[in-house]
């Protein structure tokens, strides 16, 4: 059976090219858009002829005074550390992450992982996060909450040795791998996931690396998060991280997701330039714990593609990616001393296109094009603070915020109407989120 959707008299931000604010509609066809028309003339008439064609339109939603945009696409996340979200801040990485997080994350059970990450899902689908990349443990759990939310997502077994469980992970990247790849409707794609060079010796990254190529999947790996990492990767291979993943030949032929790359050097950039793949920039985590500035605008230079993520609510505290955009953008307009350094559109495209080059999903989502999968968000506009709209580029990247967004479809399926979440129990997902949160930080 079709199901049909026609969205009526919306501000629509294609993400396509930098003139693409325009009034219009959109009709879309089970999970894909099949029209996008202006005010003109004669795209009315084709608009005519798509709703003839279509015949009785199951829905129309009126969105005069929203915009329409792609949904947002959080390249880098830890979805169940919801459960771990300000109980340990104001610590630096590495003991936050060894004294906190691996404690808590040792009594995590399978539900504990299913139902933090259905709290992030609710947080994501209010705040406008149609896809994210997720790199955890106990990964069918979070399989099966994405299938029951309708969210998309790509996700991944992060790896850690060093102990005897080395290789019972690395069994369960690949079950996910075979379980999970192009599942809940094709919305889930899987990546492999050796967690950092500090965590990954070069032996086990050889490994992970022969099974990405075997399985042609991508590989999704923390890189250069701090001056620690520096120092304990010169100390140890005596190589920056950057330098130490070329060498193993892992921008070779793979696509490559980073996450962080804020400690990458002029020289490290050279190892990175013609990679598939590119870097996934965290500013809210980067700056909460205070790692430093990623040098984003250098990478793009090079034609290394950044996308925007939030890291998890264990360091970055909130999923909201407006609030990322916005950050990123100050930062580079503090660090260039230059408030003119990028424009707001290009840090949109970072949060959509980008995002789902490096989730090597772009060929589906991350603008609205006819042909593409219908993952797209409405933005109310009508709100005193965004309200005079001046310019609307701006007004997203800087003035909007998740708690805007009315409405969010993904893959042709409403997920919140009118702010409603559709998919799941908000208050069943909060109350189970605040009793397992007690358990896992009890003691530590
Ligand atoms: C083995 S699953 C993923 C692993 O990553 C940890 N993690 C969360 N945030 C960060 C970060 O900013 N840098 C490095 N590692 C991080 C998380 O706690 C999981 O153990
Ligand atoms: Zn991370």
Redesign the pocket.
């Known amino acids: 059976m079709t199901t049909t959707l026609w969205i009526q008299q919306a501000m629509m931000i294609t993400m396509c090219g930098e003139q693409d604010v325009v009034k219009g509609d959109i009709l879309i066809e089970n999970d894909r858009i099949v029209g996008l028309y202006g005010q003109s003339h004669h795209e009315r008439q084709q608009l005519q002829q798509q709703l003839e064609r279509m015949g009785t339109i199951d829905r129309t939603i009126d969105a005069t005074d929203m915009a329409v945009m792609p949904g947002m696409i959080n390249a880098h996340q ?1 979805s169940p ?1 919801n459960l771990l979200k300000c109980f340990s801040d104001d610590l630096k ?1 590495m003991d936050w ?1 060894e004294q906190k ?2 404690p808590a ?1 040792a009594k995590m059970t399978p539900e504990d992982i299913y139902w933090g990450s259905k709290l992030s899902m609710a947080e994501m689908i209010r705040s406008g996060t149609t896809t994210f990349a997720d ?3 106990h990964m069918n759990e979070i399989a099966h909450a994405v299938t029951e939310t309708g969210m998309r997502a790509s996700l991944t ?4 040795f060093g102990d005897e469980r080395g290789q019972e992970r690395m069994q369960e990247a690949v079950d996910l791998v075979e379980r999970w790849q192009g599942g809940a409707e094709g919305r889930i794609t899987t990546m492999f ?1 050796p ?2 060079p500090y ?1 990954c010796p070069p032996q086990q990254l050889r490994e992970v690396m022969e099974l990405a190529k075997y399985y042609r999947l991508p590989v999704h790996i ?1 890189l250069a ?1 701090t001056r620690e990492e520096t120092a304990q990767i010169a100390e140890r291979y005596g190589q920056t991280p950057t330098q130490y993943l070329y060498e193993l030949g892992l921008f070779e032929h793979l696509h490559v997701l980073l ?2 790359g804020v400690h990458i050097s002029e020289n490290d950039m050279s190892y990175l330039q013609g990679m598939q793949g590119g870097s996934a920039h ?1 500013p809210l ?1 980067n700056l909460k ?1 205070g790692c430093g500035i990623a040098p984003v605008l250098e990478l793009q230079r090079r034609g290394i593609t950044v996308g925007l993520g939030t ?2 609510a ?2 970055a505290s909130t999923l909201d990616m407006f609030a990322g955009i916005r950050a990123a953008s100050l930062m580079q307009k503090l660090h260039y001393g230059d408030p003119a350094v990028e424009s707001a559109y290009r840090f949109l495209q970072m949060a959509t296109l980008d995002s789902a080059r490096l989730l090597q999903i772009d060929d589906e989502v991350g603008t609205l094009e006819v042909g593409k999968k219908a993952d797209l968000i409405l933005i109310d506009l009508n709100k005193p603070h965004i309200q005079p709209l001046h310019h609307l580029i701006s007004a997203i990247a800087y003035a909007v915020h998740g708690g805007d967004v009315h409405t969010m479809i993904v893959n042709g399926q409403v997920l919140m109407d009118n702010r409603e979440l559709l998919t799941l129990d908000e208050q069943q997902v909060m109350k189970e989120g605040r009793k397992r949160s007690k358990r896992l930080v009890e003691g530590i």
Request: hydrophobic share 40%; net charge negative.
């Open positions: 830890h550390m990485l992450l997080m691996f994350e790199m955890y443990i077994r992060g790896l850690v996931g967690h950092a965590t923390h998060e996450a962080h965290n985590s714990l890291d998890g264990g360091s």
